[in-house]
């Protein structure tokens, strides 16, 4: 199975900063098969992007993602205050699904 | 919009089994597939298996194949995750999801289900 490793594991951001992940996998996968994923205490997790960077339903557009290959990358363009919690990169190319580490995004 | 009702949290022993169910709005089922993804305390999200309620097929991870077992009943369109031989090792949360394709990405999420497995 595909092994998505994320970094870093912590971003300490202060609002208004950018947020940048990055998700490098044990094999090539084409972005149209890479989602990213928010999740929050308490709260059902939310996809935020998925298939070549499309952006879900009600998604706001300073979310966004790059990558091919093996590399693969989430940005935020200005942190918001809703926007601190944990993100996950997720490989759909290749079966079984898989997912990365998490990278928690933190206040300064 | 899809929305997921999952049942409550449980407690169970070393060996028994436990099943979860998660209740899908609308016509979820006749568009969506649903999938079961766990995650345990300090791991990644582990997706076990899904279902596609409108042709009644199933696909599961290997790790988990002859102890999982994911049903679907659309008539109130409840999707339904068995786990049996459990082991401490399965406490986690599990969490349903719709697939709006297949059981491999998922859009909508319940808000997760507590399995606890302690003697």
């Known amino acids: 199975e595909i092994v998505l490793t994320q970094s870093p594991g912590t971003l300490s951001l202060s609002p208004g900063e950018r947020a940048t992940v990055s998700c490098r996998a044990s094999e090539s996968v084409s972005s149209s098969f890479v989602a990213w994923y928010q999740y929050k205490p308490g709260q059902a997790p939310r996809l935020l992007i998925s298939g070549a960077s499309s952006r879900a339903t009600g998604i706001p557009d300073r979310f966004s993602s790059s990558g091919s290959g093996t590399d693969h990358t989430f940005t935020i363009s200005r942190v918001e205050p809703e926007d601190f919690a944990v993100y996950y990169c997720q490989q759909y190319g290749s079966s079984p699904p898989t997912f990365g580490q998490g990278t928690q995004v933190e206040i300064k | 919009q899809v929305q997921l009702v999952q049942s409550g949290a449980e407690v169970k022993k070393p060996g028994s089994s436990v099943r979860v169910s998660c209740k899908a709005s609308?016509?979820?089922?006749?568009?969506?597939?649903i999938a079961w993804v766990r995650q345990a305390p300090g791991l990644r999200p582990e997706w076990m298996g899904g279902i596609i309620p409108s042709f009644s097929t199933t696909e599961y991870a290997q790790r988990f194949q002859g102890r999982v077992t994911i049903t679907a009943d659309k008539s109130t369109s409840t999707a339904y995750m068995q786990l049996t031989s459990l082991k401490s090792e399965d406490t986690a949360v599990y969490y349903c999801?719709?697939?709006?394709?297949?059981?491999?990405?998922?859009?909508?999420w319940g808000l997760g289900t507590l399995v606890t497995v302690s003697s």
């Open positions: 999801a719709s697939t709006p394709g297949g059981w491999e990405l998922f859009d909508y």
């Open positions: 609308g016509n979820t089922f006749s568009s969506h597939g």
